[in-house]
């Protein structure tokens, strides 16, 4: 399964960029920009990695980046993940990142996206690795920014492939986020949001009619209401799942409960994804390897979500056309 699942021309659409710093990056950029961290080895880090629910890994998370300060920090990271993407056969990645984390810590817009931006093209050019850029949202601070920054980044609005919402779920819904998200669409830039990860099947229902969003970036919790997983499959709303994450975050005890194959059952439209893959013990390749050992599916369900993920990608369409050929020719026996 191994070798068939890694040649499987994979997308990764719910990946969150600073979630992709490796500990051996954090402190050579740690010693790059002569910052402390309150580690001594990548043991010490990786030790640290044992979390609660997701407000412990997000403050480790955000303590994390913190290393980065230069445009060129922003890139070497980005590349460190796409080479590590490219050599496990992903072909596509969409790149979700947390400007407003950034620019609390005095790093400006344009640092930010000249570095994803040259690591972006170079992925492209080098390894053949295409990306889209999410520009997420975070949902534990206050709409007020959020509006703000949407229109801090008009010179680059025509770089943005869509914008997203994440952080802290619980106590902070979809709702107050609505003007910001009506602006967005305003300005025709599509929209994402993470829902029902730790939060309510109401935040999935609330981001399709507040927000007006065209995929769902978690949405597992959607099983506790029928009407809801009725909706999302007769609309084909696209989630995009994260297994190993939702082990790691605790929204599931282990994998083997994990609710991947009730969903399927369902008929939804799903696609896998890594989230952080620092953090939470690998990337698309190790997320699919999961999928297999937990529930044994067979090799077309696996074509099936890697399919699904190449459909509702942000891509040009004649990418999606030959990537979409690439993967129906991968035979199904050895
Ligand atoms: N930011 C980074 N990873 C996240 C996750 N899994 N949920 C919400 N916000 C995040
Ligand atoms: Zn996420």
Redesign the pocket.
């Known amino acids: 399964m191994y070798d068939f699942l890694r040649r499987l021309p994979k997308a990764e659409l719910h990946l969150?960029i600073?979630?992709s710093l490796e500990p051996e990056l954090m402190f050579q950029l740690a010693e790059r920009n002569a910052i402390t961290l309150p580690y001594t080895s990548v043991e010490e880090v990786k030790a640290a990695y044992e979390f609660d629910d997701?407000q412990s890994?997000?403050d480790l998370?955000y303590q994390g980046m913190a290393v980065l300060r230069t445009a060129e920090d922003f890139h070497d990271l980005a590349m460190d993940y796409f080479r590590r993407a490219h050599a496990e056969g992903v072909v596509h990645v969409e790149i979700s990142f947390?400007p407003q984390a950034h620019l609390a810590r005095g790093i400006e817009l344009n640092v930010q996206m000249e570095g994803l931006g040259r690591a972006r093209r170079r992925a492209e050019r080098e390894l053949g690795v295409s990306s889209a850029l999410i520009m997420s949202f975070l949902r534990d601070r206050p709409a007020e920014e959020a509006l703000h920054v949407l229109e801090q980044a008009a010179p680059y609005w025509e770089t943005l492939d869509a914008v997203g919402l994440?952080?802290?779920?619980y106590g902070h819904p979809p709702s107050k986020f609505r003007e910001v998200f009506a602006r967005a669409k305003a300005l025709g830039i599509p929209r994402v949001a993470?829902a029902g990860?730790e939060g309510p099947a109401a935040y999935i229902s609330e981001a399709l009619d507040l927000l007006e969003v065209c995929r769902i970036d978690?949405g597992v919790r959607c099983l506790e209401d029928p009407v809801l997983v009725e909706r999302l499959r007769q609309e084909r709303i696209p989630l995009t799942v994260?297994p190993l994450?939702n082990v790691r975050?605790k929204v599931v005890e282990h994998i083997d409960d994990h609710p991947l194959p009730k969903l399927l059952e369902a008929g939804l439209l799903l696609t896998i994804n890594s989230?952080?893959p620092a953090y939470f013990g690998g990337g698309v390749l190790d997320n699919y390897l999961a999928c297999a050992r937990a529930f044994d599916w067979s090799r077309q369900t696996f074509i099936q979500m890697a399919r699904n993920a190449l459909n509702v990608a942000f891509m040009e369409e004649d990418r999606r056309r030959a990537l979409l050929k690439d993967l129906e020719s991968i035979p199904l026996e050895d």
């Open positions: 969150h600073e979630g997701l890994f997000l998370y947390d994440d952080s802290a779920e993470h990860e978690h994260c994450s975050l989230d952080d």
